[in-house]
């Protein structure tokens, strides 16, 4: 079994509504990131999370919003989404005083 | 000026020549080095970290760190057709673990 899992691994919605992306991970980390990639301006932090009780806006976090309901899931929001979200979408883990981010499989997210 | 700069590419090496991925950043406190293999619509897989001035290999992969430079450099021996992907730079500063990434170059080896 995959150590991090993301669902849905594809959705398709319209703009205004509310969507919420999963991650979970069974490495036993603390630490939990959401990034997201457009072509040709790489990954992009979204939100990070150090535990449950430790959240942090990355440098593009409006417009979302997270939830860390326990240190293995960590929870991305659109509360209204908008076609300029359209993108792929990462969670990934690392230690805590680690850096090796580990990655997982991504949400293709389409804004219509 | 980009934090982390690569060169977009398409990098194109014949089978096994050495393909050779460059990256430049712009933060002189940064001190973990990371690339990452992507291959296209799947996440981005480490292939190698590094942390010091100089070289370190793993298999066919040797990356090179010159801080002085703010310089680092992934060199892929015997490149083969399945290491044809998007290779990200990556580095780490301080206790927050976030990585910035750059864009990525993509690389492609022709049979």
């Known amino acids: 079994d995959a150590d991090v899992t993301q669902t849905p691994r594809n959705r398709i919605t319209k703009t205004g509504k509310r969507i919420m992306l999963e991650c979970s991970q069974t490495?036993?980390?603390?630490?939990m990131y959401w990034y997201r990639q457009d072509p040709g301006l790489g990954l992009r932090l979204i939100y990070y999370?150090?535990?449950?009780?430790?959240?942090n806006k990355g440098e593009i976090s409006d417009g979302y919003s997270v939830s860390r309901q326990a240190q293995a899931k960590f929870s991305l929001s659109l509360e209204s989404a908008i076609p300029n979200q359209t993108a792929l979408y990462f969670c990934?883990?690392?230690?805590?005083?680690?850096?090796?981010?580990?990655f997982g499989p991504g949400t293709r997210l389409t804004v219509t | 000026q980009k934090e982390v700069e690569q060169n977009s590419g398409p990098l194109s090496v014949p089978e096994g020549a050495i393909a050779s991925l460059n990256c430049t950043y712009s933060?002189?406190?940064?001190?973990?080095f990371f690339w990452y293999r992507q291959y296209s619509g799947k996440s981005p897989e480490l292939i190698m970290s590094?942390?010091?001035?100089g070289d370190k290999e793993d298999g066919r992969f040797t990356a090179q760190l010159n801080k002085a430079s703010q310089y680092v450099s992934l060199l892929i021996r015997d490149s083969q057709p399945s290491d044809s992907a998007t290779y990200l730079c990556?580095?780490?500063?301080?206790?927050?673990?976030?990585?910035?990434f750059g864009t990525g170059t993509l690389l492609a080896v022709q049979p």
């Open positions: 490495k036993g980390h603390d630490r």
């Open positions: 590094i942390y010091s001035n």
């Open positions: 999370s150090f535990d449950v009780k430790d959240i």
């Open positions: 933060d002189r406190v940064s001190q973990s």
């Open positions: 990934a883990t690392t230690a805590d005083r680690a850096y090796e981010q580990y």
């Open positions: 990556a580095l780490s500063r301080g206790a927050t673990n976030k990585l910035i």
